[in-house]
């Protein structure tokens, strides 16, 4: 039994996917006469929610369309993580202004992370009166009896009361790829870094019962699904929540049980709670992909305090010295905050130490963004805008080299990748992901995609490799 966790009980979706039927009869939707469009910010999260309202949208009949102007309803699932990501919600949310005009019946919802932040919610009802539901991540589960509202009622709906969250199972899913999946095994974070807006919006650290995720990653090789990701904001603390003695190393264990030819991911790793347990498992599981995302945010211990972070710069580098004595393959990469309130020239050098000691195979770096409500948000923040974009451009161009230097070392090799979709150019047509994780190009018939084959890679730069199939 859980010991903290709360659940939504299954008659719950059940009725849920009850009033989808009822809906679809009230809308006189018959055999996908109306569309929708669901339009997505932020993390992988986001992307595993859209495919539930997508999931419960299907239900209702609806059809899919990329086209504002054709929707019959649109969902705008949203991310607060920085300004930058906000301002391009708002920025599209009111140029539905047109659509709703030419379309004046269209329903639109925004959902997701901004709108649980209650100056946001506040916002669109003030500023965007063409928004006619908003509901926060804890609510997704009774979208269908939300939206059943504004369609009966004809009133404005807004639901983002503040709540801890709980796990919902059972909801229909409308999953985008046929090679890649998501697969949520928990929600939340406890973890409270100083500086993020995650812990506010998407409540406390809930884990999924190992049964109910192992049973979805079955059916998902069944269904031919070939790269499984393993979302969850820390995956390292999941069960902890539980009583069941099943850590995330188990868990990647059980997942590594079922037969198939199939590769395991997972994002994102914390690393206060990596230990040698998952990186042994890892060594030790042959479908556990050779690929560890381990954001260190910074090289500065003075700022990793302040972050709260609860970790060092020399534990960190110990920590990835002991996952690389395990896999000397291991691909390795990050997330990096520069322009942290207070921080100098030197602690961003530290940074930048870290990252020539550790060689990153990539770095996803970011400029600090003040989110309302966060104890960094309270702190003096004295060096400018110029300043902190001098510092990221130092990292991004480290970032790069480093990346362009890792990416020479496959020229002339042959690795297995995963041929995943097409890159919509001529020349390299297709798109495929070596074990590590790392994007090569290639030249092929379509019909590989959803397969393993070996390729040699020709060429290579900062952000891709380039490969030719091996005997082709
Ligand atoms: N749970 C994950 C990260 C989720 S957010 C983890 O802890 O690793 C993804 C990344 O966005 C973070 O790793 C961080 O680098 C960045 N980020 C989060 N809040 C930010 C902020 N306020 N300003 C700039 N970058 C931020
Ligand atoms: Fe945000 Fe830290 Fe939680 Fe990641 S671990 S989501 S950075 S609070
Ligand atoms: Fe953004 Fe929410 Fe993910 S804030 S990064 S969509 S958890």
């Known amino acids: 039994m859980a010991k903290s966790t709360k659940t939504i009980d299954n008659s719950e979706?059940?009725?849920?996917?009850?009033?989808?039927?009822?809906?679809?009869?009230k809308l006189q939707i018959d055999e996908k006469s109306l569309l929708a469009m669901v339009d997505t910010y932020g993390c992988q999260q986001n992307e595993a929610d859209s495919e539930k309202i997508r999931g419960y949208l299907a239900e209702m009949g609806f059809g899919f369309t990329q086209d504002e102007f054709a929707a019959d309803i649109i969902v705008v699932n949203t991310c607060a993580v920085r300004e930058h990501a906000e301002m391009r919600v708002l920025g599209n949310v009111g140029a539905l202004n047109h659509t709703k005009k030419a379309k004046p019946g269209q329903i639109i919802c925004v959902c997701g992370c901004m709108v649980q932040q209650e100056h946001m919610a506040r916002k669109i009802k003030m500023s965007y009166p063409i928004v006619d539901l908003v509901f926060g991540p804890h609510e997704l589960w009774?979208?269908?009896?939300?939206?059943?509202?504004?369609?009966e009622r004809h009133k404005r709906i807004f639901a983002t009361e503040k709540d801890d969250g709980a796990v919902a199972e059972g909801i229909p899913l409308r999953r985008d790829g046929k090679v890649k999946a998501w697969l949520s095994i928990m929600y939340g974070c406890n973890n409270?870094?100083?500086?993020?807006?995650v812990p506010y919006v998407r409540g406390r650290e809930r884990s999924r019962q190992p049964e109910d995720i192992v049973r979805e990653a079955e059916r998902l090789v069944a269904e031919g699904y070939k790269d499984i990701t393993l979302l969850g904001q820390?995956?390292?603390?999941?069960?902890?929540d539980l009583d069941r003695g099943v850590d995330?190393?188990?868990?990647l264990r059980m997942i590594n049980g079922i037969p198939g030819d199939f590769l395991i991911r997972f994002m994102t790793s914390h690393p206060k709670d990596a230990t040698e347990k998952l990186f042994k498992t890892m060594a030790e599981c042959e479908k556990c992909a050779r690929h560890l995302h381990l954001p260190v945010q910074s090289?500065?211990?003075?700022?990793?305090?302040?972050?709260?972070?609860?970790?060092d710069s020399a534990t960190y580098i110990k920590k990835l010295e002991l996952a690389r004595s395990y896999m000397p393959d291991l691909v390795v990469t990050t997330d990096i905050i520069v322009g942290f309130p207070g921080e100098t020239d030197e602690e961003f050098r530290d940074t930048l130490r870290l990252c020539e000691k550790v060689r990153f195979d990539a770095m996803f770096t970011f400029i600090y963004s003040k989110r309302v409500g966060t104890p960094a948000a309270n702190m003096p923040d004295p060096y400018s805008r110029e300043e902190k974009q001098a510092h990221f451009d130092a990292l991004t161009e480290t970032a790069n080299r480093i990346s362009g230097e890792k990416h020479r070392e496959y020229e002339g090799k042959?690795?297995?990748?995963?041929?995943?979709?097409?890159?919509g150019r001529e020349g390299y047509n297709l798109s495929s992901r070596t074990n590590g994780g790392r994007l090569v190009h290639l030249k092929g018939d379509t019909s590989l995609i959803g397969q393993f084959i070996n390729v040699r890679i020709t060429a290579s730069n900062t952000w891709a490799l380039y490969g030719e199939l091996e005997n082709g």
Do not use: H
């Open 234 to 240: 820390n995956v390292n603390s999941y069960g902890k």
């Open 414 to 423: 042959t690795v297995r990748v995963l041929v995943d979709g097409e890159t």
């Open 142 to 151: 009774r979208f269908p009896e939300l939206l059943l509202e504004v369609i």
């Open 299 to 311: 090289g500065n211990d003075r700022i990793l305090k302040v972050m709260n972070r609860n970790y």
């Open 13 to 25: 979706i059940y009725r849920q996917i009850g009033l989808c039927g009822t809906i679809r009869e």
């Open 248 to 251: 995330f190393a188990d868990l």
């Open 192 to 197: 409270f870094c100083s500086y993020c807006i």
